[in-house]
């Protein structure tokens, strides 16, 4: 978790008003849907003349993202302040993060606490964030004794510690379907400064070199004794999280105690994650678990991209999985596109934030907040799950500091004796928009391209059903038209059916409109809301969906030059061109079979016949009877109509050399950086 801000401020009403719940949703009462501000029209394709905004939306399932992981939380802290709680109180929380009314998630991870030496204050970081630790130290141990644990010695484990953590896990763990272990700090013994929350230099590297294998054993040895116990299996584990940053510090008093350190947080530069990733890749491999290792958590993609692309070959292999934090949002196709090269999964593993103006639980602002970075998470970096840092947060610092981290709320300081009444929960608008995506885009499901940047659309895992989540931030209300021309077929009785939050009530179930023949339907949308189209009865893949495809000819031109792809004079690389050129034309013909973002093409030119092939770190054109990943691409797009092209066998892109924009510029390949060099607009010229 990130200590620093991020925009706005974020609640809303805990009052979610619903009946029996009819498909991928809750119902709501008649109460609700009569206070609801928007118009359903009486047939498909009607439109509301009082709308003042229109946009269409077309989802696309010619572009597939992987089959959809889920949606979850880090437990991490609320787990560790509130598994202690009275059942009336604990109960309720679970079922509102991982119940059916509730926000239905499917992911969780646990944090595996470092833990501070017995002799160091336990009051100095934030409520819930003094994580237990694993070991038993011997009596009169104190912070300088750093060399005393021996993994081998079982009289150095604590083995129960941890139990509040723990208590959610026995909880929740019917409806978990991935478990991911995870740490934000080795144990105070295995640092550099002798605490968890973080060096005295923040930026110098916290976890002792010395040290990594120990780390691993400790991690491992953990998630092997909470199997167990438990009953679970751990499908991935990350060693670090947001190490390459100077967030994680410590600041000490007059009296040498710690003052200052918010969390547990170790920084470690891109050397040293590598060696802890390989630590952890050799304990794992000896061990009896069976999970994947998973890196590196960071902060932002655009650090991730910094250190991936510092990562050794040896390193790269031995990560399985891709996870990166979105609290900054730049570079989000760089990741993307790493992780298609690698040929790896990709988590958007932890994110949230505070939207608006001081804390609020009527406002839409946090709800809005949360709904635009899901759906620019989901089209900009495609990852196979999203996961809120902990979707339970501390009700005290919150309102103390007019903020609006987390979904729901609730004090982390009650007493044992606690009631739901002295220890009141709250939910805000995040949790109502969180479950228009929750509910309806469900683990199998596809993610499919989508043209309009305030919409996600995915198809069911049966295949004969989609939803389209969409949001509207504005202060008026706005004309949606879904235009489902791009599915194959339509069933007789295919619908459409409108599902809103709003400031009037939480997924509202409007009437259900029959498209009776036609491809497209209209409804008026509430300002300020979050909707969720139910899409019925469409499946398939229409003929004319997809872009590229047999004997068309296309042109490749860069959008940061408006210049085309052509051959160079000696036919032998590619260069800038004009469209307008004979050799401006490519065949793209698709190698593997599917519909997913992950299909690989060539490039062929239509004068020549010469495909693009990366050879030796350059681009050239080639003639050759068959090819090998070296002359596949990967094609992503944000639905702009743009695509970058990703090398299968090096993971680099399509790149004019030095941002160039002239007629004779070289194109060559470059590792992903976000460029509008690097992105070309595909348009179809065939005759």
Known sequence: MSPRPTTGAIEATAK???????????????????????????????QDVHATASVTVRPDPSYQQPAFEGW??????????????????????????????????????????????????????????????????????TREDVDWWDPANPDHWNLDADADQRWWIDRIKGNVTHWEAFSNSPPWFQTVSGYVSGGFDP??????????????????????????????????IDPLNEPNTPYWGTQLGPDGQPTGGRQEGAHAGPALQQSVVLALRRTLDASTLDARLSAMDETSPTLFRTNWNAYGPEAKAAVDQLNVHTYGTGHRTSARDIAKGADKPLWMSEVDGTWGTGQSFTSMEPGLGIAERIVDDMRELEPSAWLLWQALEDYNPQAAAGKNWGAIQVPFDCPADATPVTCPIRTNTKFHTIRNFTHFVRPGDRVVRVDDTSSLAAV??????????????????????LDLSRFGTFAANASVTP???????????????????????TFTVPAKSVTTFVVDGVSGVAA?????????????????????????????????????????????????????????????????????AERGGNLVLETA??????????????????????????????DVVGQATGVGARVGVYVPNSGSNQRWAVVDRTA
């Open 72 to 141: 979850g939380t880090s437990l991490v802290w609320f787990a560790n302040a509130t598994g202690g709680y009275p059942d009336a109180i604990r109960n309720r929380l679970a079922n509102l993060l991982y119940g059916h009314d509730g926000l239905r998630l499917n992911i969780a991870r646990y944090n595996i606490g470092g833990g501070n030496a017995p002799d160091v204050r336990d009051d100095y970081m934030k409520a819930g964030a003094t994580m237990p630790g694993f070991w038993r130290a011997p009596d009169g141990t």
């Open 544 to 612: 004319d969906a997809a872009l590229v495809r047999p004997g068309h000819v296309y042109s490749l031109t860069g959008v940061q030059s408006g210049k085309a792809l052509v051959p160079s004079a000696d036919a032998n690389s590619v260069v800038l061109g004009t469209v307008d050129q004979a050799e401006a034309r490519w065949h793209v013909d698709q190698v593997t079979e599917g519909t997913g973002n992950r299909e690989r093409y060539t490039v062929r030119n239509a004068a020549n016949g010469k495909r693009v």
């Open 460 to 481: 069911s895992a049966a295949g004969d059903s989609a939803s389209v989540v969409h949001l509207n931030k504005t202060d008026e209300q706005r004309a949606v038209t």
């Open 16 to 46: 979610a008003r619903t009946t029996k719940p009819r498909r991928g949703a809750v119902g709501l009462t008649a109460a609700v849907l009569l206070g609801l501000a928007v118009t359903y029209p009486e047939t498909a394709g009607a």
């Open 499 to 521: 599902v809103v939050t709003d400031v009037n009530g939480a997924l509202v179930r409007g009437k259900a409109i029959r498209l009776a023949g036609s491809r497209s339907a």
């Open 203 to 236: 930026s110098a590297d916290q976890i002792r070199a010395d040290r990594v294998d120990d780390f691993a054993t400790y991690l491992v040895e953990v998630s092997e004794h909470l199997e167990r116990t438990h009953g679970i299996r751990f499908d991935t």
């Open 625 to 654: 009877a068959e090819t090998d990943p070296a002359a596949q691409w990967i094609m992503s797009t944000t639905g702009d109509g743009t695509y970058t092209f990703v090398n299968a066998a090096t993971g680099r892109l399509f």
